[in-house]
């Protein structure tokens, strides 16, 4: 098992424990009660994960996609979507082209 997937698991759960809780006091909570915000987050994180791909080195790159993926878990979790739907629709998508794959979803 890869050493990513077991840290991903703890923040997601660490994630799942601040829901409910007080947004004045926890960022993630903040974020939690905010989906739209979560999901401007997590946008602003993409744009520096590639930013930092492009121009700044492996360390950058690494410490932006922490980021990315922090702020991708709360915005599953804000938005009621597991891991496991995730999962299922990788699955699903398994020994399929790309290409195909893209070209099979409604426009």
Same mark, same amino acid.
């Given at each position: 098992?890869?050493?990513?997937?077991?840290?991903?698991?703890?923040?997601?759960?660490?994630?799942?424990?601040?829901?409910?809780?007080?947004?004045?006091?926890?960022?993630?909570?903040?974020?939690?009660?905010?989906?739209? &915000? +979560? !999901?401007?987050?997590?946008?602003?994180? #993409? %744009?520096?994960?590639?930013?930092? $791909?492009?121009?700044?080195? /492996?360390?950058?790159?690494?410490?932006?996609?922490?980021?990315?993926?922090?702020?991708?878990?709360?915005? &599953? +979790? !804000?938005?009621?979507?597991?891991?496991? #739907? %995730?999962?299922?629709?990788?699955? $699903?998508?398994?020994?399929? /082209?790309?290409?195909?794959?893209?070209?099979?979803?409604?426009?």
């Amino acid at each position: 098992m890869s050493k990513l997937f077991e840290v991903l698991e703890r923040l997601a759960a660490t994630i799942e424990t601040r829901k409910g809780g007080d947004p004045t006091a926890s960022y993630t909570a903040k974020l939690l009660n905010d989906p739209t &915000l +979560a !999901a401007k987050k997590l946008g602003e994180e #993409a %744009v520096e994960t590639v930013i930092a $791909a492009v121009a700044q080195g /492996s360390d950058a790159l690494a410490a932006e996609s922490a980021d990315l993926l922090y702020h991708w878990l709360v915005l &599953l +979790a !804000a938005s009621g979507v597991s891991l496991d #739907a %995730v999962a299922e629709k990788l699955t $699903a998508r398994e020994g399929t /082209s790309g290409i195909a794959e893209k070209a099979s979803r409604p426009s």
